[in-house]
Nanobody, 125 residues
Framework: QVQLVESGGGLVQAGGSLRLSCAAS????????MGWFRQPPGKEREFVAA????????FYADSVKGRFTISRDNAKNMVYLQMDGLKPEDTAVYYC??????????????????WGQGTQVTVSS
């Protein structure tokens, strides 16, 4: 099992930036991919971005392409989400997630085995 702790959320004005961090501990050596999801107020949880452990392949939701960047530091067991050009519609609780084995459906939340507690991101207009 992998334990995940997110940090870096907060309140920012539209057009601003935030960098979310996710610290992983436990059985991180068999983690195939890490992802970020978000849950806006009153809505379902949705995919934001994912990155594979080997090769560093990245995947993004269309709504964040060109504005958000996911990265990982395997040596430090960290995953980051750099968010630029933030919009009010980016307001949500952001969750970090880990997937153990290989998957071709990294945009699907049910593919992930471990989840963090979430961090709030609020973008004011």
């Amino acid at each position: 099992q992998v334990q995940l702790v997110e940090s870096g959320g907060g309140l920012v004005q539209a057009g601003g930036s935030l960098r979310l961090s996710c610290a992983a501990s436990g059985r991180t050596d068999n983690s195939y991919a890490m992802g970020w999801f978000r849950q806006p107020p009153g809505k379902e949880r949705e995919f934001v971005a994912a990155v594979t452990r080997i090769g560093g392949g990245t995947f993004y939701a269309d709504s964040v392409k060109g504005r958000f960047t996911i990265s990982r530091d395997n040596a430090k067991n960290m995953v980051y989400l750099q968010m630029d050009g933030l919009k009010p519609e980016d307001t949500a609780v952001y969750y970090c997630a880990a997937r153990r084995g290989m998957s071709v459906r990294l945009t699907t939340s049910t593919e992930y085995d471990s989840w963090g507690q979430g961090t709030q991101v609020t973008v004011s207009s």
